[in-house]
């Protein structure tokens, strides 16, 4: 399955399918981006992170695609679990240590 | 090691009373950042402060609200004579000095404005 950001902020997903989430930054000159992954009733937790001079960086299960070209940023799961149930954001770092989170898309999977 | 701690967890306020929200940032960490959520949106940024240094305040409504870091103690998040408007998540972050980019989230305290 893929979702597209704010235009489609809901995901499902069968057990065991990769899923990609899209997210579309606004600023050209943000140098570092990061996915947290949010469950009901918590605080965001770190997935990965990556530096705008990457095009690719690979987690445990999850890799994050930077096109800079469009502003682009997308987050891979593989064999996404039960587990993976969550809302995702992306965060772009602005000026200083300032972060812009998007909206979030939120991921339900199928068992 | 523990993480980032807030508290309460929860908070309930009525119009024109006073709200404190607490954040105990993770071991070794110098840097806070406060964030505001409200429901199905995203984080919003709002401040953020070293040990007693406001770094960037420009999320911070301009009225009402005030944040600090003292040198002992957590960071607070105080927002004076709250109104329903306020009521959201607010989450605090912390980093180390060394590596400031990576925020650790604190779980949140809903703040509910009756």
């Known amino acids: 399955g893929e979702s597209v950001g704010l235009h489609l902020p809901t995901l499902s997903v069968q057990e065991g399918d990769n899923s990609i989430i899209n997210c579309a930054y606004s600023?050209?000159?943000?140098?570092?981006f990061i996915w947290y992954k949010q469950e009901s009733g918590k605080g965001p937790q770190f997935i990965i992170d990556?530096?705008?001079?990457?095009d690719k960086r690979q987690g445990q299960r999850v890799t994050v695609l930077l096109n800079k070209t469009v502003k682009h940023l997308s987050l891979q799961i593989a064999a996404t679990q039960p587990g993976d149930s969550a809302v995702y954001f992306c965060?772009?770092?602005?000026?200083?240590?300032?972060?812009?989170f998007g909206t979030g898309t939120s991921l339900t999977v199928i068992p | 090691n523990a993480g980032v701690m807030q508290n309460p967890r929860h908070l309930v306020r009525r119009r024109g009373q006073e709200a404190r929200l607490r954040c105990s940032p993770m071991?070794?960490?110098?840097?806070v950042y406060w964030y505001r959520q409200l429901p199905e949106e995203g984080l919003k940024f709002m401040v953020y402060?070293?040990?007693?240094?406001?770094?960037?305040e420009s999320g911070m409504p301009k009225e009402r609200f005030s944040a600090e870091f003292p040198k002992e103690g957590p960071s607070i998040l105080r927002i004076q004579q709250v109104v329903r408007g306020d009521s959201a998540a607010y989450f605090c972050?912390?980093?180390?000095?060394?590596?400031?980019?990576?925020?650790?989230f604190g779980p949140g305290t809903r703040l509910l404005v009756l």
């Open positions: 972050a912390s980093s180390p000095r060394s590596k400031q980019e990576t925020q650790y």
């Open positions: 600023n050209s000159a943000s140098d570092y």
């Open positions: 990556i530096r705008s001079n990457m």
């Open positions: 965060a772009e770092k602005l000026l200083g240590n300032q972060f812009y």
């Open positions: 071991k070794g960490h110098s840097h």
């Open positions: 402060l070293q040990k007693e240094n406001i770094i960037d």
